[in-house]
Each structure stands twice: as C-alpha cells, then as structure tokens.
C-alpha cells in the first residue's frame, strides 16, 4: 500500500521560509517521479513542483525561483524548501505520486501539511 506522509507546515510570515518533507513507503521510491500540489480553501488542487528520477524538477509558474524540490532515494524522502513566502502560497500542501504521463495527475497523494503565511 503507498503511504505518503507529509510534514513541516505551520504559520510563517510573509517573506519567511519553511521546508516540508514527504516520508513515502509502499512502492519504489528511487524509480518514481513525484509531485508537491497544494489546495487553497475554496479553491482546486493546484500542482507546484515535480522531480523526475534523474533529480531534474519542474515548477509552477507560480513558484518558480522561490520553491525547490529534492530528494532523498536512501530515505524514500521528498522535500519542497519555500523561500520567499507570500500570503498567496497559503494552502494544504501534499505529497503525491503522479500518475504515468502525467505531471499534475496523481495515483495516490497524502493528507497533507498546513502551511499559513500572514502577518
């Protein structure tokens, strides 16, 4: 069975910087690509970044030059380091397993990491 378990979310200000980790269990870690997504109250799940095997990573527009993905294939671990916060990037932050093809379509994903950014 996957598990994904994410970790690393709370409250920061504007500006600040947090780093969220996903501890994943149930399939090959090192052969698999992976994906952060988030979801804003009121709002769609949002896909944010994803590495491949090789360590090569892609992101939203959104994020991009603020947040930086990595991996960890000795401890089957996923990171996603965010720099320069904005109240905008407030949302549930979860780990997921894209599915084959996809980038932003996923087969399994965790419950989640809150992460607020206010003031």
């Known amino acids: 069975e996957v598990q994904l378990v994410e970790s690393g979310g709370g409250l920061v200000q504007p500006g600040g910087s947090l780093r969220l980790s996903c501890a994943a269990s149930?399939?090959?870690?090192?052969?698999?690509?992976m994906s952060w997504a988030r979801q804003a109250p009121g709002k769609g799940l949002e896909w944010v970044s994803i590495?491949?095997?090789?360590?090569?990573?892609a992101y939203a527009d959104s994020v991009k030059g603020r947040f930086t993905i990595s991996r960890d294939n000795a401890k089957n671990t996923v990171y996603l380091q965010m720099n320069s916060l904005k109240p905008e990037d407030t949302a549930v932050y979860h780990c997921?397993?894209?599915?084959?093809?996809?980038?932003?379509?996923?087969?399994?994903w965790g419950q989640g990491t809150q992460v607020t950014v206010s003031s």
């Open positions: 997921a397993k894209p599915k084959v093809g996809y980038r932003n379509k996923f087969d399994a």
């Open positions: 149930g399939f090959t870690f090192s052969n698999s690509r």
């Open positions: 590495i491949y095997t090789d360590g090569t990573s």
